[in-house]
């Protein structure tokens, strides 16, 4: 009555005995942590058993294999959000007193540390969106700087007007909210990729 689906990983043989188990455990428990983007039920903070270097180098051999099984479960909350050398286009939002860096790739809309975000919501702010927030402020994303918050690290968006939303705290049509260097519109710089594509 607590969950709806589950994700199990089994070893082909009996290699696996409760110390690897536990080492995995407190291994996933530290990467959804760290990467915030989901809420853990389990408060408690397992101590990962001591292993030899073998049983270590097996176990994390079997941790990298999960991981990289994940993406095509579309489960993200163990990855942490990083600049990847093929970003083409950074974008900015610079309204309300704020500034916000980020940009776009397969996994959403990755607003990078260091941006701002205002400190108030509008009345009209829609509650889902000041629910992401409070979350994100409740988990460190968003700390507070005096008069607005700051992102302490990068955080993936599953669209650009989650991301401007968050950052203005008011709706906000992401694909007009974000531009370029030069300030042209993501709407455009899209629109301009599409028919490059099909030309």
Sequence with gaps: DFWTWAVFFVAKDDSLNKAHVQHLESQLLTLARNAKLCKLDNGTEPNPPTLSEADTVFVESFLRDIISIFPLLNLNVFEMAF?????????????????????????????????????????????????????????????????????TQDYTFNSPSTASGVVLGRASNGREAWKSSKGIMLKELQEAAVKEITH
């Design 83 to 151: 600049v990847s050398a093929g970003v083409k286009e950074l974008l900015y939002v610079d309204a309300k007193g704020v500034k916000a860096t980020c940009y776009e790739d397969a996994k959403g809309f990755i607003v990078l540390k260091g941006s701002e975000a205002v400190l108030k919501e509008t009345n009209s702010f829609h509650q889902y969106m000041s629910t992401i927030r409070k979350d994100l402020i409740d988990k460190g994303v968003l700390a507070l700087n005096v008069d607005k918050y700051f992102f």
